[in-house]
């Protein structure tokens, strides 16, 4: 599975951005798929999921009511809906792809991931 992450950039605080991760390799509808972020200086964490059908969605509390995860499977397309942002969403983005299908809050739990795209929010 090839992850190509898009989207990131610079935003105020309070601003939105929206992110997209296209898989490719292997059938989208049999994906978890996840998205993870790491900070400058600390260690990667978990942003949200959702499971290969939809019906499991999962948020870290950080990001709860902000973002929304979401996927376009005729587009092979996962995205993550980021508003209100703050300085302290600023890191790296990446997405993940779990062939379990059910998806998870633990990066060991994903099999493939995408190269990372920049978020940076001032203040």
């Known amino acids: 599975v090839q992850l190509q992450a898009s989207g990131g950039g610079m935003v105020q605080t309070g601003g939105s951005l929206r992110l997209s991760c296209v898989a490719s390799?292997?059938?989208?509808?049999?994906?978890?798929m996840g998205w993870f972020r790491r900070a400058p200086g600390k260690e990667r964490e978990f942003v949200a999921a959702e499971s290969y059908n939809s019906d499991k969605t999962y948020y870290s509390d950080s990001v709860k009511g902000r973002f929304a995860i979401s996927r376009d499977s005729a587009k092979n397309t996962v995205y993550l809906q980021m508003n209100s942002l703050k300085p302290e969403d600023t890191a790296v983005y990446y997405c993940?792809?779990?062939?379990?299908?059910?998806?998870?809050?633990?990066?060991?739990?994903?099999?493939?991931w995408g190269q990372g795209t920049l978020v940076t929010v001032s203040q």
């Open positions: 390799g292997r059938p989208f509808s049999s994906l978890a």
């Open positions: 993940a792809a779990d062939l379990g299908g059910w998806g998870s809050t633990f990066d060991a739990d994903y099999d493939y």
